[in-house]
């Protein structure tokens, strides 16, 4: 996994060394993308260039690129390739274009990494016609070679960074980049006997010092001469930093993820084959953890920053921080990206950590300023239920018959089962041609006597 490294080179110029995974890289094959190497005999070194068909890919190729012509390195000139004849096809002490692209083979895959030189939002070159960025690394003799040499000129624009990095309050809204090859690799891979490596034939078979750093310069062009249509810079060193040749925590990582146990998100620092907890357990108790959440919107074909936060984490390094982003504008968002930078701070001698990850969510309504709701209609409907009540015809009645349940029969069912038999008995008539009459009747009053024994 990429990591970046960011070191401050003036007040509005960021380095980002973006270093490339040590167990998958990113490689490029010299058949596609071809290498240049200008030796140089004003100071003894070399320059390294990928080829211009591939410039929009790799970024360092000659026509950006400045060389010096002296050796206490003071002044540089232009090496454009547009102009009638390129510079280093008139100077006899550089490399003439038809000896300078390298052949190998076999052919190679060429481990690369990245640098990206971000700058302060309202940037300018006050007192500067350009500056000249410089990669080099160091050979076994201790000489700097060129493994880039970028001509920034005040003219040229810079890409606008619709995600831009804000860093000690400071707000860094566009960039250039370019790759190099990696010194890790390239030192790994070196072999005094294998003269197919590329560290073979930038070093001229010299090779590296052992464990060599990154030289990276920023030199600034004060004076700009112009002699014979050729591009004479004077220039001054703005600073220069030393950077590992390989990044020393490339373990650790930065991790944004959609939650499983809810609509909200998760950020932390990972470590493979680890835990946070136990990596910042290893750099002692003065580090601590700084979370930067920016969250940016994209409105049509722009990204707008609408909230940035940050939480400070001192104990429990496991336990996630849980974010829940409110998008303003999600009535037109077309989507949103949560840019997460993990920052490790060491509180003694200021020392910084830093890793960063991106995710970028399309569901934006979910996360607008109001709650999802269910839609009633104009007037809520309160609904009415009825119980239904089931037909008394024994459709309903479940008879148990072994192991087979059967509904009942209904009553019709029921009689076309039946059988009917009919059987003939003999009647009897004793009265005939009888007559009901109605007649009144007189009741005479009937007098109880004594007996004189009492009845």
């Not at 490399?95 to 990206?116: C, G, H, M, V």
């Not at 500067?128 to 624009?157: C, Q, V």
């Not at 060491?346 to 309504?365: C, E, H, M, W």
Request: glycine letters at 6%; proline letters at 4%; zero cysteines.
């Amino acid at each position: 996994m990429e990591s970046s490294k960011f070191i401050q080179l003036s007040d509005g110029i960021l380095l980002e060394y973006i270093y490339t995974s040590q167990s998958d890289p990113t490689e490029f094959n010299t058949a596609t993308h071809q290498i240049e190497i200008m030796r140089d005999e004003y100071t003894g070194g070399s320059y390294l260039f990928n080829t211009e068909n591939v410039s929009s890919e790799m970024g360092n190729y000659r026509d950006i690129s400045a060389a010096a012509i002296s050796k206490n390195k003071t002044q540089y000139v232009y090496l454009d390739t547009d102009v009638g004849v390129p510079y280093n096809d008139f100077d006899p002490k550089l490399t003439d274009s038809a000896n300078l692209l390298q052949s190998f083979s076999p052919e190679l895959n060429i481990e690369y990494d990245k640098i990206r030189i971000h700058f302060i939002s309202g940037f300018s070159f006050t007192g500067y016609d350009g500056i000249i960025f410089e990669a080099m690394a160091p050979r076994r003799d201790g000489l700097l070679l060129n493994l880039s040499s970028i001509n920034f000129l005040k003219n040229d624009t810079p890409v606008f960074n619709p995600d831009p990095v804000l860093i000690n309050d400071n707000l860094y809204a566009s960039y250039i980049e370019w790759r190099i090859p990696s010194l890790y690799f390239m030192n790994n891979s070196f072999n005094p006997a294998d003269a197919n490596g590329l560290g073979f034939k930038l070093t001229e078979g010299q090779g590296f010092l052992s464990t060599p750093t990154i030289t990276f310069k920023a030199t600034g062009i004060y004076e700009t001469i112009i002699d014979n249509g050729y591009d004479y810079y004077n220039v001054e060193e703005i600073n220069s930093v030393t950077l590992p040749n390989r990044d020393i925590y490339d373990n650790l990582y930065a991790s944004v993820t959609q939650s499983d146990g809810g609509d909200y998100f998760e950020l932390t620092g990972e470590v493979v084959g680890s835990t946070f907890s136990n990596f910042m357990a290893s750099l002692g108790s003065s580090w601590v953890a700084f979370h930067e959440i920016n969250v940016s919107e994209q409105i049509n074909t722009s990204f707008v920053k609408t909230s940035t936060q940050v939480f400070t984490q001192t104990t429990n390094f496991d336990d996630p921080i849980l974010f829940r982003p409110i998008i303003l504008n999600s009535a037109v968002a077309a989507s949103f990206s949560i840019n997460y930078l993990l920052r490790i701070y060491n509180r003694g001698d200021n020392t910084q950590i830093i890793k960063q990850a991106k995710l970028t969510s399309f569901d934006v309504k979910k996360y607008g300023r109001r709650l999802m709701k269910i839609n009633l209609g104009v007037v809520p409907t309160v609904a009415n239920v009825y119980n239904k009540i089931a037909p008394d015809d024994g459709s309903n009645i479940i008879v148990t018959n072994g192991n087979i349940d059967k509904p009942g029969q209904t009553s019709d069912q029921i009689v076309e089962q039946l059988v009917v038999k009919t059987k003939y008995v003999t009647s009897f008539r004793d009265r005939l041609n009888i007559k009901a009459s109605i007649s009144p009747a007189k009741i005479q009053t009937i007098t109880e006597t004594d007996n004189g024994k009492g009845e």
